[in-house]
């Protein structure tokens, strides 16, 4: 069977499972429809979200910095990296304390749609496991299901580019710089608007053209480990494309903090070796905290350094 460029992954067909197995050793990247996901909890969100977007930066800068939770504008992490981007990072664990910013009725599409994308991809890990042929089909999910999961959402917001021309000029100015998700999967859905690019293994990007009906499921860095990289993580970045905003929606299932993350044994056939020593969540983000997005910071966990890379 021949590979449409970005695989599309019907969740309500068994035999996916392949498909998905396939798609992420030569990906790290695929498109589930049929997934499940009620359009009224997306529509929902979809608004409330365009509602915060669209007052004043006083009032947003009123949910406070994004470190840990909050509003983010142009500065993407810790380490000086610029987007055309303005975003609210924001906890999974909701509870009546958290994020009171948002008011009453975000807080509950959060909640409704937080829900639902992270059923969507615990089942996406299971039916991985099972492609996999992994005896047992929580091994990823039980991570995002455990009480202690480091899972984030994050609502990304790429307002029209103030600066058209250069565009049509062919520059591109960057919304979000490419890197890799460091989680173990990301659930992603967008409104209709284009700019998210993904990389190829031989560097080249693509454009993924939006689909405001389905998810877009990204590998993680944990996911690579994980499978001693037989799934790839996926370089990933978004341009402004000019004249439409952009909205995106992103669940990161993450482990625990403690969790140890090494290639699962059952994985590694015969002579195979560990391409990773093994380290935690907790390590893996605080490696993150002191780098910039486009850093290959896995390489520092990996079983020998090439020689040629310096830290
Ligand atoms: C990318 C994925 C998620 O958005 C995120 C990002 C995080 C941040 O914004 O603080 C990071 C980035 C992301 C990877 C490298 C580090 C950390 C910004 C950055 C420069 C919330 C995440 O978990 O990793």
Avoid at 87 to 113: M, P, V
């Amino acid at each position: 069977m021949k590979f449409p460029i970005i695989p599309v992954i019907d969740l309500s067909k068994p035999e996916s499972k392949q498909l998905m197995v396939k798609a992420c050793e030569e990906l790290g990247f695929f498109k589930v429809i049929n997934h499940g996901v009620p359009m009224e909890f997306i529509s929902k969100l979809e608004s409330e979200a365009n509602n915060f977007f669209s007052l004043p930066v006083s009032d947003k800068e009123k949910a406070g910095q994004p470190s840990p939770f909050g509003y983010g504008n142009k500065s993407i992490g810790h380490c000086g990296d610029f987007g055309l981007v303005e975003y609210l990072l924001l906890t999974t664990k909701l509870d009546s304390n958290s994020h009171s910013f948002l008011g009453q009725t975000f807080r509950g599409a959060l909640n409704d749609y937080i829900t639902e994308v992270k059923r969507m991809g615990c089942e996406i890990l299971e039916m991985m496991a099972d492609g996999l042929k992994i005896e047992q089909r929580n091994v990823f999910s039980k991570l995002l299901t455990d009480e202690q999961s480091d899972s984030v959402f994050r609502l990304n917001h790429y307002p029209p580019c103030p600066d058209h021309d250069k565009i049509k000029n062919g520059e591109h100015l960057i919304g979000f710089g490419e890197h890799t998700d460091p989680q173990i999967i990301s659930v992603l859905r967008s409104n209709n608007a284009s700019g998210l690019q993904i990389s190829l293994k031989d560097g080249t990007w693509i454009s993924v053209p939006p689909d405001h009906t389905s998810f877009f499921i990204n590998v993680g860095d944990s996911l690579q480990v994980l499978t001693n990289g037989r799934f790839k993580s996926v370089k990933h970045r978004v341009l402004s494309n000019g004249l439409n905003p952009r909205l995106s929606m992103i669940y990161f299932g993450g482990p625990p903090l403690s969790e140890k993350l090494a290639p699962l044994t059952s994985l590694m056939e015969g002579e195979q070796k560990s391409l990773y020593k093994e380290f935690t969540w907790f390590e893996y983000k605080k490696s993150l905290f002191n780098s910039r997005l486009a850093d290959h910071r896995l390489i520092l966990f990996q079983t020998s350094i090439p020689t040629a890379f310096s830290i």
